[in-house]
Nanobody
Framework: QVQLVESGGGLVQPGGSLRLSCAAS????????MDWYRQAPGKQRELVAG???????NYADSVKGRFTISRDNAKNTAYLQMNSLKAEDTAVYYC?????????WGQGTQVTVSS
C-alpha cells in the first residue's frame, strides 16, 4: 500500500512562486511514474506535469516554462516548482503515483493565486 502526502500549497500573489512536495510511503516510488494534476472549481482534473523513473518529464502547454517537476528517489518525494503563477493556476493540486496499471492519489493541496 502506498500513501501520498502533498504539502506546500497556499495563497500567493500573481507572479509569485510556490513549491509543492509529495512524499510517498512504500517501496515502489523509485520505479514509478509521478504526475501532478490539478482541479479548479467547476472544471475537470487535468494533468499538469509528469516525470518517469528515469527523469524524463512532460508538461501541459499552459505551464511549460513556468513549472518544473522533479523527484528525489532517496527521499521518496516528488516536487513541483511553480513560478510566475497566474490566477488561472488556482486549483487543488494532486500528486499521482502510477506503477503499471496501479494508481495512488494524494489528498490534494490548495493553491490560490490572488492579489
Amino acid at each position: 500500500q502506498v500513501q501520498l502526502v502533498e504539502s506546500g500549497g497556499g495563497l500567493v500573489q500573481p507572479g509569485g512562486s510556490l513549491r509543492l512536495s509529495c512524499a510517498a510511503s512504500g517501496s515502489i516510488f523509485s520505479i514509478s511514474v509521478m504526475d501532478w494534476y490539478r482541479q479548479a472549481p467547476g472544471k475537470q482534473r487535468e494533468l499538469v506535469a509528469g516525470i518517469t523513473m528515469d527523469g524524463n518529464t512532460n508538461y501541459a502547454d499552459s505551464v511549460k516554462g513556468r513549472f518544473t517537476i522533479s523527484r528525489d528517489n532517496a527521499k521518496n518525494t516528488a516536487y513541483l516548482q511553480m513560478n510566475s503563477l497566474k490566477a488561472e493556476d488556482t486549483a487543488v493540486y494532486y500528486c499521482n503515483l502510477h506503477w503499471g496499471a496501479i494508481h495512488y492519489w494524494g489528498q490534494g493541496t490548495q493553491v490560490t493565486v490572488s492579489s
